[in-house]
């Protein structure tokens, strides 16, 4: 029986090259299996979505630079699994949203823990705010709900907030989104064309690399320094600019994703001097600005856009502060920029919803309390994440960050693709380093999240250990337990 083919995007040879990043972890009689587990990896992490057609094995035997007859071993594997179907004349396509192999491959009684997203659970009193929204909600029921700005009160909230935090802002200079993902979709939509160069951090947000891509961008790349000084080499960046001309420069310069760095107030002024002069216009992601493990943001470096020109849009959310399931985000710009958005928005969709808004609206009313419990508790789970990588995996090294969710560790060798499969196998899903790199690479470094409770932190590094110690060949030397609670 011919299966039937589901509608899907086609992945070139090139783009899921980097996407399995060094897949091999053994000699060449494993390589079939490797590849195998590999694309498997990818499906799992939604990388290569139902229905996605690989690209053909010819291309994929010379982007990997391996014979067809490995190809052609590892897509009977993936076959055999369900996961991949094939038609004579129509290739291969992902059949399955990836159930067996390596999931399969876990104890009965084992739970998956997913390490890859770098999200908390809702925050305290969310409850309470939908059941005001709900009675508010009643007053709206009259209109047409559709408001492409948002509802003036959240706006009116979100403006006191930059004002506190040193950027005098007005709710005509707010946009309220579907998230600040959908914040940067508009700008990219606004700003820039296909072939457009946009500057980008890297490590990097990989949402963000992977709207650039949808919108037909070419990201250049600005390397950051995760481990040693401030981060950002903002010499090397006005050289960039420079050199570049890049339409768009995209930067997260509040406990930025993956690495958790900050830029201190010198380096503000110093950038936003710089995007200035080049007249570069700026998309500034504030997502994980008011997870600062170390104090209010209120009395932290102000916001990126009080030191550069009338060209900063800023883009902020709910999904860490609060909840990621509200899909409530904003957009900062000036009233010139913002109404041409507005324009630009139409396309794609009329405005956010009325119910989220009005939750968001309650929550921000006295945000102070609930802010401050999110801070306290992932206090406790950053530092419960850092006591555990410390313990059960000594060699791997990471710069504890101030804020945001997330530990970007260095591995004792280019490993993380293979351990991503590993992981798999023992109950853990991650994402691999490359997912951050403009290229892929990356192959030394692995996100660690902390969004989740503390007792899931020790037992996701444990297995992670043991999964390491797989890849390396070497006897898991984890020790059993966790020795001391850690607060
Ligand atoms: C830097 C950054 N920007 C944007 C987002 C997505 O935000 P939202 O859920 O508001 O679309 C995330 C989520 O992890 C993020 O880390």
Do not use: K
């Given at each position: 029986m011919n299966p039937v083919i589901p509608p899907g995007g086609h992945i070139s040879g090139a783009r899921l090259a980097i996407l399995l990043g060094?897949?091999?972890?053994?000699g060449s009689r494993q390589g079939a299996t490797d590849l195998a587990a590999a694309i498997e990896l990818q499906v799992l992490d939604g990388q290569?979505?139902?229905g996605t057609r690989l690209p053909a094995e010819r291309e994929l035997a010379e982007v990997l630079g391996i014979s067809r007859t490995l190809i052609g071993g590892a897509l009977d594997r993936l076959r055999e699994d369900g996961l991949v179907a094939s038609r004579r004349g129509s290739g291969s396509w992902?059949?399955?949203?990836?159930?067996?192999?390596v999931s399969a491959a876990?104890?009965?009684d084992s739970d998956l823990i997913d390490f890859a997203r770098a999200a908390p659970a809702a925050a305290a009193g969310l409850v309470q705010a939908v059941d005001v929204a709900r009675r508010q909600l009643v007053d709206h029921l009259?209109?047409?709900?559709?408001?492409?700005?948002?509802?003036l009160e959240l706006r009116e909230r979100i403006a006191l907030r930059y004002t506190a935090r040193g950027l005098p802002t007005t709710p005509s200079q707010v946009m309220i989104t579907n998230g600040a993902h959908h914040a940067f979709m508009l700008a990219l939509r606004m700003f820039t064309g296909p072939g457009d160069r946009v500057l980008v951090e890297q490590p990097g947000y990989p949402n963000a690399l992977e709207a650039i891509r949808a919108a037909h961008g070419i990201a250049v790349p600005i390397a950051l320094d995760?481990?040693?000084?401030?981060?950002?080499d903002i010499t090397g960046i006005e050289a960039a600019l420079r050199q570049s001309a890049p339409r768009l420069s995209y930067s997260v310069?509040?406990?930025?994703?993956?690495?958790?760095l900050r830029l201190d107030v010198e380096g503000r002024e110093h950038l936003g001097a710089v995007l200035t002069r080049t007249r570069t216009p700026v998309v500034i992601d504030e997502?994980?600005?008011?997870?600062?493990l170390e104090g209010d943001p209120v009395d932290?470096?102000?916001?990126l856009a009080a030191f550069a020109g009338e060209l900063t849009v800023t883009i902020g959310s709910a999904s860490k502060s609060h909840w990621g399931g509200l899909r409530i985000g904003w957009m900062r710009a000036s009233e010139d920029i913002l109404g041409r958005m507005i324009s630009a928005r139409y396309a794609i969709d009329l405005g956010s919803p009325v119910f989220e808004q009005l939750v968001m609206a309650e929550l921000l009313d006295d945000p102070g309390p609930s802010l401050a419990r999110r801070r306290e508790e992932l206090r406790v789970q950053r530092d419960a994440l850092v006591g555990a990588v410390k313990w059960y995996c000594p060699d791997w090294t990471f710069a504890e960050p101030a804020?945001?969710?997330?530990l970007w560790c260095r591995l004792p060798e280019p490993m993380s693709t293979k351990l991503a499969v590993a992981a798999a196998n023992h109950g853990v899903q991650i994402a691999p380093?490359?997912?951050?790199g403009v290229h892929g690479g990356f192959e030394r470094w692995l996100r660690l999240p902390y969004g989740l409770p503390a007792d899931r932190l020790f037992e996701a590094v444990r297995r992670l250990s043991v999964a390491a110690a797989s890849v390396r060949g070497v006897?898991?030397?984890?020790?059993?337990?966790?020795?001391v609670p850690v607060t």
């Open positions: 060094s897949w091999r972890q053994g290569l979505p139902l992902i059949a399955s949203p990836g159930r067996g192999g876990l104890p009965e009259g209109g047409h709900g559709y408001g492409e700005y948002g509802l995760p481990l040693g000084g401030q981060g950002w310069v509040d406990f930025q994703n993956p690495t958790g997502t994980l600005v008011e997870l600062d932290g470096p102000p916001p804020g945001g969710l997330s380093g490359s997912r951050f006897d898991p030397a984890t020790p059993s337990g966790f020795p």
